[in-house]
RNA sequence: GACCCCGUAGCUCAGGGGUAGAGCAUUUGACUUUUAAUCAAAGGGUCGCAGGUUCAAAUCCUGCCGGGGUCACCA
């Protein structure tokens, strides 16, 4: 392992290291006790009640200094807030020369009490400071401005988006926009498992390496198990496994899983990515539909405290109920005829009278598929459940009740892409059998995507699933909507990037 | 995978055949209520990598690496 080569600001860095060593300070402590966050002391201090702010501790990280000879101003920043730091020569003493050798960057802990300076802020005047640890590299801190009205001005934001991914603790420190993302999906995955729980259902676990996969139409990733000789694949989806557990007796469990599949990456995919799927006997798809939008509502009142939301200039509403419209009603709808029964000439015709770019031997479902996706799908911005879909295109969903030919199944759209997906799932046996083996005929003619037949699972059905109904969402997804970003990436803390040149 | 755009100092960017630039950051000096602190001075670059054209390449050409966008597959 070759280090690199060091530039001049890092150089100096370590050299102040040293020097604090060599004046026997610790750059590497072990702990602090802090009696305050920042916003404790920022939300809570006036200038009536100041007593209470006679000695107070707070901990955070440099994130600009002003010196003054024998007095400075500093921010440092914690988890929730950023305070501003007083430090005068007279009331540190020592420590307050061995300051010049703190940096940007360096985090610190600090006691004194809080006041008001003459410009009106509300900052700590310390009297006394220890280095809790040294920070070697450069930090891209940007300046920030207040201005009069209150605004804040940012100068020279850390923006490259790809050092952003690469070194995404720097983006964290730095730019304050993507912390409140990523406390959004948090917040948002508790919301949802406290939502579960107060229902009584059960969060499970089940396998991500899995002999056979299923659950959804993809490509997986391959794995080999060296112990037991034989190749095993991360999970595209955990679908079958959480319906043995109902199979088992359990009447409602879900899991919040990363799912894997090997296609393609863009703003919308990452290969991991995670999916909340959960299953409730005795349930169909109708329920579930009134369960999702009763889910939604209540989230993003959690997260966003109002129903209401902004992406992409459009306000989306979340308060229920959404709108509910058939497949091929909607298809009517926006290509201006019914799509329902026709041949895959016809439909052929109908995409290219569209524009649509299709290769001539695709079957009539793909051609189906790709006229929705393209022409009705873009309009559905409102939360809109779309139901009743064609039999081919959802072989683990149960037959339409009274709708030969359809399914009970619905996806929920919003903003024009699809956030869950839902059936009344298909228990009788003989059924799945057969579509599975339909999968198979069409993987055998060359559909990479299409399923594998799970013998262990139609043995389970054979045992006997209770009426179920089942639902899975996108988590990334929903956390795009919820926070109004653009792309997937900017709701991974760690989104999959091609490794760097091997030289590094 | 195909096409288009991008890669210059720690960060944000300018330059687009003739000695490598700015602001912030950094260093030194001054300054005990500043806040994009200020004032004075200084240091800092394999211009993504490798070839080619040229007297001369950050600049033009080719290939490669990385990123972004559009398209295709997919949730």
Redesign the pocket.
């Known amino acids: 392992m070759s280090e690199q080569?060091k530039?001049?600001?890092e150089l100096?860095r370590e050299e102040e290291l040293k020097l604090l060593e060599s004046e026997s300070i610790n750059p590497y402590p072990y702990s602090f006790d802090k009696t305050h966050s920042t916003l404790d002391i920022l939300n809570e201090y006036t200038d009536d009640n100041a007593d209470k702010f006679k000695n107070v501790s707070l901990a955070g990280r440099i994130v600009?200094?002003?010196?003054?000879?024998?007095?400075s101003?500093c921010?440092i920043m914690d988890e929730v807030g950023r305070i501003?730091i007083?430090l005068?020569?007279?009331d540190l003493g020592e420590i307050y020369d061995k300051f010049?050798l703190f940096?940007?960057g360096d985090i610190i802990g600090v006691r004194g009490y809080v006041?008001r300076?003459?410009?009106?802020?509300i900052?700590l005047?310390t009297q006394s400071l220890l280095l809790l640890c040294k920070s070697l590299k450069?930090?891209?801190v940007?300046?920030?401005?207040?201005d009069e009205a209150g605004n804040k001005i940012v100068?020279?934001?850390?923006?490259?988006?790809?050092?952003r991914?690469r070194k995404r603790y720097l983006d964290l420190i730095v730019n304050p926009d993507t912390r409140e993302i990523f406390k959004k999906r948090s917040k948002l995955i508790t919301s949802m498992r406290r939502y579960f729980d107060s229902h009584g259902w059960l969060e499970v676990e089940t396998p991500i390496l899995q002999p056979i996969y299923g659950g959804?139409?993809?490509r997986p990733f391959i794995t080999h198990h060296n112990a037991l000789d034989i190749d095993l694949y991360l999970r595209i989806a955990d679908e079958l496994y959480l319906k043995r557990l109902i199979v088992g007796g359990f009447e409602g469990v879900y899991e919040i899983s990363k799912?894997f599949?090997n296609?393609?990456m863009?703003?919308?995919?990452?290969?991991e990515?995670t999916s909340m799927e959960i299953y409730v006997a005795y349930k169909d798809y109708i329920w579930m539909m009134e369960m999702t939008e009763d889910l939604l509502e209540t989230l993003c009142l959690e997260i966003n405290q109002t129903t209401e939301i902004e992406y992409n200039e459009h306000k989306i509403s979340f308060k229920k109920p959404f709108r509910r419209a058939k497949y091929y009603d909607l298809c009517k709808e926006y290509v201006g005829r019914n799509l329902k029964d026709l041949s895959q000439k016809e439909l052929l015709q109908i995409a290219r009278s569209n524009n649509l770019?299709i290769d001539p031997y695709s079957s009539a479902m793909?051609i189906l598929?790709?006229i929705f996706s393209?022409i009705v799908q873009p309009n559905l911005i409102q939360p809109t459940f779309v139901i009743d879909y064609p039999l081919e295109m959802s072989p683990l969903a149960k037959k339409h009740r009274t709708e030969p030919g359809l399914v009970e199944r619905f996806e929920l759209f919003v903003c024009g892409?699809?956030l869950a997906?839902a059936f009344s799932e298909l228990n009788d046996p003989r059924d799945q059998r057969k579509r599975l083996e339909e999968q198979a005929l069409q993987r055998a003619a060359g559909d990479e995507?299409a399923m594998v037949v799970d013998e262990d699972f139609l043995y389970a059905l054979e045992v006997g699933m209770p009426p179920t109904a089942g639902l899975g969402i996108?988590i990334?997804?929903l956390t795009m909507v919820m926070t109004g970003a653009k792309?997937?990436?900017d709701v991974l803390f760690f989104p999959h990037?091609?490794?760097?040149?091997k030289s590094k």
Not at 142 to 146: A, L
Not at 155 to 163: G, I, R, S, T
Not at 266 to 271: I, T
């Open positions: 080569i530039n001049d600001q100096r600009a200094i002003r010196r003054m000879g024998k007095a101003f921010h501003q007083y005068k020569k007279d010049r940096d940007i006041f300076t003459k410009t009106g802020e900052t005047h450069p930090l891209p940007p300046k920030v401005e207040i100068y020279d934001a850390f923006a490259d988006v790809e050092l991914y959804a139409n993809a799912n599949r296609e393609g863009d703003k919308m995919h990452n290969p990515f770019e793909k598929d790709e393209e892409f699809e997906n995507e996108g990334d997804r792309t997937i990436r990037m091609r490794p760097e040149s």
